[in-house]
């Protein structure tokens, strides 16, 4: 119930951010151009933070199993994530991606850290990263109907890849940052949840929300997204033994 209790209170925390976000572009005060930069500092600078920051934690032999196991279930429920979108939605492309792919970088986040611990973000790392490289290939073959493929130096090059490789090194080799880094971690990642919900609330002050709530389509999207994909999760984290409950929670609220 507790739980319960702080996921409805951050969640709603978050709503009230989006329409800080939505108001502000209502009255002029962020433009398209301002959007887009907004986005650029999450992608760029935000997120690879928050994946970094959560691999500074003690290594610990449950931790690297925890680590390799969560990478396991993140390739299993994206792929059910992929199979169920495309099976029940194949004539829609855009429903398929927005079915196929959650947003535990943005909103899941803050939801794990708010419910959970800031340290159960080490979990999704796996999940993050294999959502990235699954957009920007199969998700841009579904969108374009053209092949989507990104190059060895495209996935090098890329933010979250690049903020996993140097996570990972971190956690392995048990490096401590200097203070003056970590604070300035501590203050670049405090930023996510803000910026994330000011950019769903721009985004939805852009769109005519009578049409949309109309759309029946879109209410079967949702049922694909929020309901039967993350039940077919939870039977996946059932075989999952109990000790690694952090890690089965955060991989839920991923998915």
């Not at 301002?34 to 500074?56: A, M, Q, R, T, W």
């Not at 855009?94 to 959650?102: E, R, T, W, Y």
């Not at 996510?192 to 929300?209: C, E, H, S, W």
């Not at 694909?224 to 039977?235: D, E």
């Amino acid at each position: 119930m507790q739980t319960a209790g702080i996921l409805v209170n951050q969640t709603l925390i978050m709503f009230l951010l989006a329409g800080i976000g939505f108001v502000l572009f209502r009255t002029g005060k962020i433009s398209n151009e301002g959007s887009k930069c907004i986005g650029n500092i999450l992608i760029y600078l935000v997120l690879p933070c928050v994946i970094i920051k959560g691999f500074l934690v003690e290594r610990t032999g449950e931790r690297v199993e925890g680590l390799l196991l969560s990478a396991v279930i993140a390739a299993l429920v994206l792929l059910v994530s992929v199979l169920v979108s495309g099976i029940f939605l194949r004539k829609d492309a855009i429903g398929i991606f927005a079915a196929a792919f959650s947003n535990p970088g943005f909103f899941g986040v803050p939801l794990i850290v708010a419910v959970i611990s800031e340290d159960a973000v080490f979990y999704i790392a796996a999940f993050i990263g294999f959502l990235n490289l699954l957009q920007w290939t199969y998700g841009v073959s579904v969108m374009t109907g053209k092949k989507g493929r990104i190059s060895g130096k495209e996935l090098l090059k890329a933010p979250f890849f690049m903020a996993i490789m140097i996570g990972i090194i971190l956690f392995l080799f048990e490096i401590t940052l200097p203070k003056q880094i970590m604070t300035v971690l501590g203050n670049v990642t405090a930023l996510n949840t803000p910026l994330a919900m000011f950019t769903v609330g721009i985004y939805l002050a852009q769109t005519d929300l009578k049409k949309m709530f109309q759309k029946k389509h879109i209410y079967l999207i949702c049922f694909f997204r929020l309901c039967l994909i993350p039940l077919l999760c939870l039977f996946i984290l059932w075989f999952i033994p109990e000790k690694y409950g952090d890690m089965k929670g955060a991989i839920l609220i991923a998915a």
